[in-house]
C-alpha cells in the first residue's frame, strides 16, 4: 500500500471516528437534534418557513437506519455515538464496496 493510500485511509478513519461530534455537541449544550439533522418541522421553527425544493423531496429518501442508531433510541450517549461510528463504517464498505465493482466492470469492457 502506497504512502497516499495509507494517508487517505487514516484521514477516513478519523472522519469515522469523528462522525458522533454533532451528536456530542448537541447533548452538551442540550440543543435537541444533531445540528443538520433537521426535519422539516425542525427547520420550519428553527428559520420560520421550509424552503419550497426541500418539501418536494423531503420525503423522497428514508434512510436506511433511523438516526444512525442500531439500537434503542433511549440509549445512552455512548451507544449512540457507537452507532453513528459503526453506520460510518458501514457506510464506508458499500460505497467503496460499489466502487470496486463498477471499476472492475469498466475495466472489463475496456
Do not use: C
Not at 472522519?15 to 427547520?43: C, K, N, R, Y
Not at 418539501?55 to 442508531?69: E, S
Not at 451507544?79 to 467503496?96: D, R, T, W
Amino acid at each position: 500500500m502506497s504512502s497516499f493510500n495509507k494517508k487517505l485511509w487514516a484521514g477516513i478513519l478519523v472522519l469515522v471516528v469523528l462522525t458522533p461530534i454533532g451528536l456530542v455537541l448537541s447533548h452538551f449544550f442540550q440543543s435537541g437534534d444533531a445540528w443538520g439533522e433537521w426535519g422539516t418541522e425542525t427547520i420550519q421553527k428553527l428559520v420560520g418557513y421550509v424552503p419550497v425544493g426541500l418539501k418536494k423531496t423531503a420525503d423522497l429518501w428514508k434512510a436506511p437506519v433511523r438516526n444512525y442508531n442500531l439500537g434503542s433510541e433511549s440509549a445512552s450517549l455512548p451507544a449512540q455515538s457507537g452507532s453513528y461510528i459503526l453506520s460510518a463504517f458501514i457506510g464506508i464498505v458499500l460505497a467503496a464496496g460499489i466502487l470496486y465493482v463498477l471499476s472492475r466492470m469498466l475495466l472489463k469492457r475496456k
